[in-house]
């Protein structure tokens, strides 16, 4: 890697520690927040260099990408799966990683349990939820969060662990409050009802616009990218 793209790196790495202590500082619910890196289109050397100053947390988006890197960064600490998943990549995803963030229909559960079941292992997972309640966007409706938890619950080679959120876009780093506000309410509700014997129920919210945002209102993981590794150049061939 070139220095002054690995002092990049760790510059925007500084400010990002900086102001994820600030919010944690600043929120009455207290707590700690992990910082997941999100590496889709990264190489690995960048991945490995950014996770060693962060924790060693990253999340793939996309079932290819991840299996092309999966050699390099599988010793990272933690690798979650936080893109859109087939059913028909579940095969490919389940055993590798370890948190599987965007859980978001029954279809896709009982494939993550049949498969995991094969595999004699329990596969963790976050119920993605769609905040915004966008029709273009995966993730279970907040007004049926409860009853996918409940349904999710026959599944013995599943472990629900906590919700993920993907807050619509919004002009004003302002306005994404109320909706990881909301949020955090259903986290709340669930954690109660369903995830009490999970030490720690995750709350996975925040982007690299909005992690302060999402922290001030009880997000314990952000998952950042560009914040890190600047704006990402797609290729189009790779990017599906
Ligand atoms: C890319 C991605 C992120 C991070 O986005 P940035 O804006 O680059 O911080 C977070 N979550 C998911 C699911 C993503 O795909």
Excluded: W
């Excluded at 993730?139 to 599944?155: C, L, N, Q, R, W």
């Excluded at 919700?163 to 509700?189: G, H, N, Q, V």
């Amino acid at each position: 890697m070139e220095q002054e793209r690995a002092l990049l790196i760790e510059n925007n790495i500084k400010e990002i520690v900086e102001r994820v202590e600030a919010a944690k500082a600043a929120r009455p619910m207290g707590g700690d927040v992990k910082i997941l890196l999100a590496t889709k289109t990264v190489c690995p050397e960048d991945i490995l260099y950014a996770a060693e100053r962060t924790g060693g947390v990253i999340g793939e988006n996309r079932v290819p990408e991840l299996l092309s890197k999966y050699e390099e960064i599988k010793d990272v600490g933690e690798v979650h799966f936080i893109g859109h998943l087939q059913t028909n990549k579940v095969k490919s995803v389940v055993g590798k990683v370890d948190l599987i963030e965007s859980l978001d229909s029954l279809r896709l559960a009982a494939e993550i349990d049949r498969v995991s079941g094969n595999l004699g292992i329990v596969s963790d997972v976050l119920v993605e939820i769609n905040i915004g309640e966008e029709e273009a966007k995966g993730g279970i409706m907040p007004s049926e969060a409860e009853d996918f938890f409940e349904k999710i619950s026959v599944f013995k080679n599943i472990r629900p662990v906590g919700i993920m959120t993907m807050a619509p876009k919004c002009e004003e780093k302002s306005e994404y409050r109320r909706y990881f506000r909301k949020t955090y309410e259903i986290f709340l509700d669930i954690s109660k009802k369903y995830l009490y014997n999970i030490i720690e129920p995750v709350l996975s919210m925040g982007m690299s616009d909005s992690y302060e945002e999402a922290i001030l209102e009880g997000a314990n993981l952000i998952r950042v990218g560009s914040a890190v590794f600047g704006q990402r150049t797609y290729v189009t061939s790779e990017s599906k």
